[in-house]
């Protein structure tokens, strides 16, 4: 049995990834604010384990409380062969220059980007610990991460913060018995609501605005299906965590 712990599961490139990972042999915990019926009712039609919790990622005690109770569920959890943490919930916004960033829409960007990442990584890795079970972290990070992009600050800076501490976990855990397997992983562009919401933007907010308008004309952004069949098929495999931070087209 697999015990796969799945966050922003209720659209997009998550959405995709829980469908592709619902099987009897795995327990899927998926995390949003908001529910997935579809994805409840193909777990029902193939007698797949799902337990989808709704939480806001950007409330710190709401997310204090889900990862108490998601450790509980980790440490007495038997009969598992591997456990896997997958932090795949993000937001772009707040796009603007960053003249303009305000405190509460900041922090709440850093809280669900990086904080709930982090605070998710770490009981995963406490209340596994104790297991006799692989253990694989997966961290949806950015092209964002690595190259600068005007009108991003937020987004690119959490994403690069969140591609550190994933090799801090590798840092922290080097050389141990049972050391998890981590990678910040960039997925490509991909055709989300998140796409919508950058297409949506304002050019003085973000100047990049047409390349993106274009990628989509063109048809050049990824379906979440084809991008989540190559990431499950990558965490599954023996390629994955071989490096740190990593990028799914060159798999
Ligand atoms: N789309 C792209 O081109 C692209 C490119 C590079 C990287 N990425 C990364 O890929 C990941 C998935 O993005 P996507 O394009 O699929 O985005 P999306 O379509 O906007 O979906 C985002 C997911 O995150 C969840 N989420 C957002 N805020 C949340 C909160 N406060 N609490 C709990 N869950 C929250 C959403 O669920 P609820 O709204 O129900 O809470 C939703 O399930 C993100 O980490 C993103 O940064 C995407």
Redesign the pocket.
């Known amino acids: 049995m697999e015990f796969v712990i799945l ?9 995709a990834m829980a469908e592709r990972l619902l099987a009897p042999s795995r327990r899927l915990v998926c ?4 529910a997935n019926e579809p994805l409840a009712a193909q777990a029902r039609a193939r007698g797949a384990p799902l337990d989808h919790r709704l ?5 710190v005690a709401a997310t204090a409380a889900l990862v108490q109770s998601l450790g509980e569920a980790l440490r007495s959890a038997t009969g598992v062969s591997r456990f896997v943490l997958v932090n ?5 916004e707040p796009i603007c220059r960053i003249e303009s960033l305000q405190a509460a829409a900041l922090a709440r960007a850093l809280q ?2 990086l904080g ?1 990442a982090m605070l998710l990584a770490s009981v995963f890795l406490a209340a596994t610990e104790a297991h006799d079970a692989e253990r694989r972290i997966l961290n ?5 991460a690595r190259h600068p992009v005007s009108g991003w600050s937020a ?1 690119c800076s959490a ?1 690069a913060a969140l591609d550190m501490f994933t090799r801090c976990i590798a840092a922290e855990h080097a050389g141990q018995d049972n050391a998890p397997r981590v990678c910040a992983l ?10 919508a ?1 950058i297409r949506a933007a304002d050019r003085i907010d973000f100047p990049p605005i047409e390349r993106f308008r274009k990628l989509k004309a063109d048809g050049a ?1 990824g379906t ?1 299906e084809a991008v989540a069949a190559r990431i499950v098929a990558f965490l599954e495999s023996d390629e994955f965590g071989v490096r740190e931070i990593d990028d799914i087209r060159d798999h």
Not at 7 to 15: D, I, W
């Open positions: 966050t922003g599961a209720s659209r997009g490139l998550g959405a995390i949003a604010r908001t939480c806001d990622l950007g409330d795949n919930a993000g937001v772009v669900v980007n709930a949806i990070s950015s092209g964002a987004y994403k960039a997925p490509g562009v991909i055709d989300t609501d998140m796409q919401t952004l979440p």
